[in-house]
């Protein structure tokens, strides 16, 4: 094995590679960095260029764009709380605070080395176990995969700021919302009112832009109204201190080994991963009051856990020849395309491709480090822009974000709606995090619950029958316990104060 990766690592600096690696990580970090345009899309974009490549530039390349666009997402999400990607919805809590305090160089510089260790930790586990994290995924079904979208959706109440209620209100906006489409068991009509577009559902890429983008750039708008003068606001470009790097490691390394575990399971992609490590940090840290409000370890915890998907999403992927998410969907296809067989047989039969692309990941996460401590003085520039210019860019690259991912002006109104849904939401105090949440894990926890029963033939017994089902609602119930003893806590030392 040290010989193929020894290789590996020859090839990944070698000309045919090195360069198309820098490129497709570069291209990822600047798709990411754009509301709409996911690591998703890019990867699907890039895929034909690869048609007349040697298979290892050409999957090394579109790795390259994956691990590009999951740190990406960030970078929008720290400066104009709009995250890039879905994956990047956590990093908003503690991101944007930050930024909004003076701190977006420090934001920045914790997200690229967050992102870093996540996805280093990633690469590391799916070349030392990679079959046995295949195994462990092997045993998922319909009944795991409903108390695994359980114990997300229990999520919803750690990032419900101080009033649960509210949150819970989001919560049940969102899975309303997810129900709009066909019936995933019977295929009828929801919620569709005989609007066809509403048939496959609402897409959850113009309800992220609208409740994030769109809602943000019009509280822009109305603040501009009232100020008299348009200030930049003032930091500092202090990066990431040794000391700050040593508190946040512990939170940084837990949560890149569970976004590696949860990447692992088919169809639990980065944006699950994300929330599911903010949670974990924000429950065993010694001052969780500070999470929404410019904490280091909710910031490091998200980027981390979203960034370790991307190499536990590939496990089940070399190994079993079964997509992750997303993108290891399209990534099967390029290894199709290149001739290749996904599976055990891939370990034997090409192993010098296998071992070249765990080489290369490791090489295109250093890439992503340096291109993100490189380009911070130049992304912290983006919010000096006076609020005069950069709102409506905001507003029109949302639109085309929304625009693009089917070429459809239905997406467009779907946008705007959720924009002037989370512009109002936020007058009420009421987070819009949950909606989304509740929108992802809604028709994950609702198909598998209906899957369950057919199998179980209407008996509530998988949930006690089955360990790995049984320990996912052990935890959901310790969640919730949790948070709500955390809750009472919080008001107790405010009712002292």
């Known amino acids: 094995m040290m010989e193929y990766l020894l290789n590996g690592f020859a090839d990944a600096f070698s000309m045919a590679v090195f360069p198309v690696l820098v490129l497709g990580v570069l291209g990822g970090v600047i798709l990411g960095a754009l509301p709409g345009l996911t690591a998703t899309m890019g990867v699907a974009i890039l895929l034909p260029f690869t048609f007349g490549m040697a298979p290892t530039p050409a999957l090394v390349m579109l790795i390259g764009v994956y691990i590009g666009g999951i ?90 700021a101080k009033n649960i209620m509210k949150g819970l209100l989001a919560g049940t906006i969102g899975l309303l919302v997810s129900m709009v489409g066909l019936d995933p068991i019977s295929s009828v009509p929801r919620f569709t009112f005989g609007i066809l577009d509403l048939y496959s559902g609402i897409n959850i890429i113009p309800v992220l832009i609208g409740l994030f983008a769109i809602s943000e750039g019009l509280n822009q708008l109305e603040k501009l109204s ?35 575990s949860i990447g692992s399971v088919p169809g639990a992609g980065a944006d699950i991963s994300a929330f599911a490590c903010y949670n974990e940090a924000k429950r065993v ?63 034997t039969q090409n192993p010098e491709i296998v071992y070249g692309i765990f080489s290369s990941m490791i090489v295109a996460n250093i890439v992503m480090l340096i291109i993100g401590f490189l380009g911070i003085r130049f992304f912290c520039r983006i919010i000096e822009v006076p609020k005069i210019i950069m709102i409506p860019i905001i507003i ?6 929304a625009y693009a991912i089917n070429n459809s002006m239905f997406d ?27 929108i992802i894990l809604g028709p994950m926890a609702e198909t598998n619950l209906r899957k369950s029963l057919i199998l179980y033939e209407g008996s509530w017994s998988f949930l006690y029958d089955r360990p790995i089902a049984l320990a996912f609602i052990l935890f959901a119930v310790f969640s919730v316990y949790s948070t709500i003893k955390l809750k009472k806590k919080e008001r107790l030392a405010e009712e002292k104060k």
């Open 412 to 438: 467009v109104g779907i946008a705007i709606t959720f924009g002037l849904l989370g512009f109002i939401l936020n007058k009420l105090d009421i987070p819009s995090s949950p909606i989304l949440l509740a």
């Open 226 to 260: 009232s100020d008299t003068q348009d200030i930049p606001p003032k930091f500092d470009y202090k990066l990431l201190s040794f000391s700050d790097f040593k508190k946040i490691l512990p939170t940084t390394i837990k949560s890149g080994l569970i976004g590696t």
């Open 71 to 160: 740190y990406g997402g960030s970078i929008a999400a720290i400066l104009l709380k709009t995250p890039g990607t879905p994956a990047s919805a956590a990093t908003v809590l503690d991101g944007h605070t930050m930024a909004i305090k003076g701190l977006a160089a420090k934001a920045l510089s914790i997200a690229a080395v967050a992102s870093f260790i996540g996805g280093l930790i990633s690469t590391i586990v799916l070349i030392a176990i990679a079959p046995i994290l295949a195994d462990f995924a092997l045993r998922f079904n319909a009944p795991e995969y409903f108390a695994l979208a359980l114990f997300g959706l229990t999520i919803i109440a750690s990032v419900s």
């Open 285 to 347: 840290a010694k001052n969780p009051e500070e999470f929404g409000n410019g904490s280091m370890h909710g910031l490091a915890a998200a980027e981390s856990g979203n960034n370790g998907v991307t190499g536990g999403s590939l496990v089940p992927l070399l190994t079993l020849g079964v997509p992750g998410d997303a993108v290891s969907a399209v990534l099967l296809g390029a290894l199709i395309v290149q001739g290749l067989t996904p599976g055990p047989l891939l370990f």
């Open 396 to 401: 029109f690259l949302s639109v085309i974000g």
